[in-house]
């Protein structure tokens, strides 16, 4: 038995596009930054009583369905161990799921590494972000803290996250406007099979995430959030329009999304320096230097409330214990 207890990540260079879907390949390299508000724990316990694998989030117990992804992930780690056991696993999520909160990424970052280890497994980070993936591909770069990039590769044993800034030595900060926490409509994972299979825009898009990987590297060491909220806002936006230019088009925003992107571009019209990123579900997440989260704050529970608003500051990567 093991519990792991891993953060979600918020993409400033986003993933979106598998090149092969089986083994969680992406298209294009990716870049994000860890939270500390938001996190799965998870405890995974193999035993050779059970006659099959049990699920639980949040104390809830889930049925075959909802399971599937986490009995194939079970079987994988089964596979590599040589385990032949069912295994319960208790997962306690914060993390609103599936909200576009990246639920999925804390949650299989989480299950690697209580599974793996109670499965006997020692595996480094690397090989820990490896395995994560072949869950989920954002939960790849849920293992580390800080910022940090997923580099694609071109295969199994190539593609895996790595620290670009654990520990986060300059005022970033996010804020996250929960504009609606019910479950999305449409997946991460069908939306951008959509997008790669027929948005005549796809083509472009790995070019811009070469510019803007390579610009964002840049800012940070710059330590220039000015510079990293601009990039992840274009970056954001062009990701978005692979929605609404798929056939069919569709599109995560709903109205209080458009809301407070509009809010903040007029915090920035008025000198407030904030940027907005948006995943797969309509919450917007502020881009901001901690100094200004004051009057950001201010500002956006006036028009959206501050119950409907978490602050989170960068988050650190994956423990796991044995219990
Ligand atoms: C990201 N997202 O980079 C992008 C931006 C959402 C928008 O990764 O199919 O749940 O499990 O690999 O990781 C969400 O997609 O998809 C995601 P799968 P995942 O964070």
Redesign the pocket.
Known sequence: MATAKAHT???L????G?KDQDM?I?QTD?L?LTLDEFYTTTKVTFDDQLSSDQVSINSNLLGDQASQKVRNFLDLVRKMSGTTAFARVESQNHVPTAA?L?S??SA?AALAGAASRAAGLNLDRRDLSRLA?R?????T?SIYGGLVEWQRGHDDATSYAKPIMEEVDFGLEMLAIMVDTTAKKI???FG?QQSVASSPYYKVWPEIVAHDMAAIKEAIAARNIDAIGEIAETNALR?HALTLSAEPGFTYFDSDTLKAMRAVRALRDNGIHCYFTM??GPNVKVIYDRQDRQSIFKALATEFGADRLVVSKPGPGIKIWND
């Not at 869950?135 to 939960?139: N, P, T, V």
């Open positions: 990540n918020i993409a260079v986003k993933y979106w598998k969680i992406p990716s994000s576009g990246a999925s990424a299989f993936r869950g989920s591909g954002s939960a770069r997946s991460s994972r951008m990701m995943d797969a």
